[in-house]
Structures are given as C-alpha cells and as structure tokens.
C-alpha cells in the first residue's frame, strides 16, 4: 500500500513561488509515474504536472507550463513541484498521485494512490 502526504503550501501573494513536496512510502517509488493535480471549490480535480518513474519526461498543463515545474528524487521518494509565477486562478488545494501504469498520466483516473493534498492560496 503506497502513502503519499503533500507539504509545502500555504498563502503567497500573486507573482511569489512555492515549492510542495510529497513524500512516498510503501512501495518501490522509482517504479511508480507521479502526478500533481489540483481542485479548486465547487470545480473538477484538474491535471497540472506529471513525470515518468525515470524522471526523464514530464508533462504540463497548459495553465501552469513555463510557471510551473515537477521533478523527483527517487533516493528520497519525494516528488516536487515547484511553482512560480503564481496567480490566484492558481488557489486550489493540490494532491499527488502515484501509479504503475504509463499510460493517460493527465487523467486522474491513471493513478491508483492519492495524498490528502495541501492548499494553496494566493491572494491578489
């Protein structure tokens, strides 16, 4: 059973940065493609970033690319997402997601492992 608990948000003013973290345990994190996603009040959960077990590629909304960037350190089982450039269309509370499978990685409906997620708020 792989657990994954998201750190790092908080409130920041439009044009900050935040860096959130989730940590893996439970399972061999290396083999496992990542995911951030984010739900704002009364919206849909939305894809925002992605990465390949390797680390080697990774994917973008269109929302967030050239702002927004996830990386991972597989010796730390820790996924990262850095985020720049924030703007308050930006609040929402954010969750990463693991999975076997390579397939879909922007669709939430890929990943078989959720985090509780972790706010992010910015104020304008």
């Known amino acids: ?34 995911g951030w996603f984010r739900q704002a009040p009364g919206k849909e959960r939305e894809f925002v970033a992605a990465i390949r077990s390797s680390g080697g590629i990774t994917y973008y909304a269109d929302s967030v690319k050239g702002r927004f960037t996830i990386s991972r350190d597989n010796a730390k089982n820790t996924v990262y997402l850095q985020m720049n450039s924030l703007k ?12 076997r499978g390579g397939v879909g990685l922007r669709s939430p409906n890929a990943y078989a492992y959720w985090g509780q997620g972790t706010q992010v708020t910015v104020s304008s």
Not at 2 to 19: C, N, P
């Open 88 to 99: 308050p269309e930006d609040t929402a509370r954010y969750f990463c997601a693991s999975t």
């Open 1 to 34: 059973q792989v657990q994954l608990v998201e750190s790092g948000g908080g409130l920041v003013q439009a044009g900050g940065s935040l860096r959130l973290s989730c940590a893996a345990s439970g399972g061999t994190f290396s083999s496992y493609a990542m």
